[in-house]
Nanobody
């Protein structure tokens, strides 16, 4: 079972930047497709983006494309979410998620129920 711990959430002004980290333990991260999700108060959880096992492919929610970047360092068992040009509407609890995927690498998936390992989340607040 993969244990995931997010960190890096903070209060930041509009236009600012943050880098979230997701530290993995209990299994070998390179076997997992990973994703970032977020949930704002009163709203449903939504996918922010995902990354394939080797990092060869990524996909993003349209509203964050060009501002957010997902990367991973399998040697450090860590996945990152770099967020730039932050907007108040980016305020949410951010979660990382993973799913074991052996065999041939496939593009990552942006669907929440597909993932079966989740972290506890880290709060990001964008406000002046």
């Amino acid at each position: 079972q993969l244990q995931l711990v997010e960190s890096g959430g903070a209060l930041v002004q509009p236009g600012g930047s943050l880098r979230l980290s997701c530290a993995a333990a209990g299994s070998i991260l390179e076997y997992y497709t990973m994703a970032w999700f977020r949930q704002a108060p009163g709203k449903e959880r939504e996918a922010v983006g995902c990354i394939s096992r080797t990092g060869s492919s990524t996909e993003y929610k349209h509203s964050v494309e060009g501002r957010f970047t997902i990367s991973r360092d399998n040697a450090k068992s860590t996945v990152y979410l770099e967020m730039n040009s932050l907007k108040p509407e980016d305020t949410a609890v951010y979660y990382c998620a993973g799913r074991l995927l052996l065999g041939v690498e496939i593009p990552c998936v942006m669907t929440g129920p597909w993932y079966d390992n989740w972290g506890q989340g880290t709060q990001v607040t964008v406000s002046s």
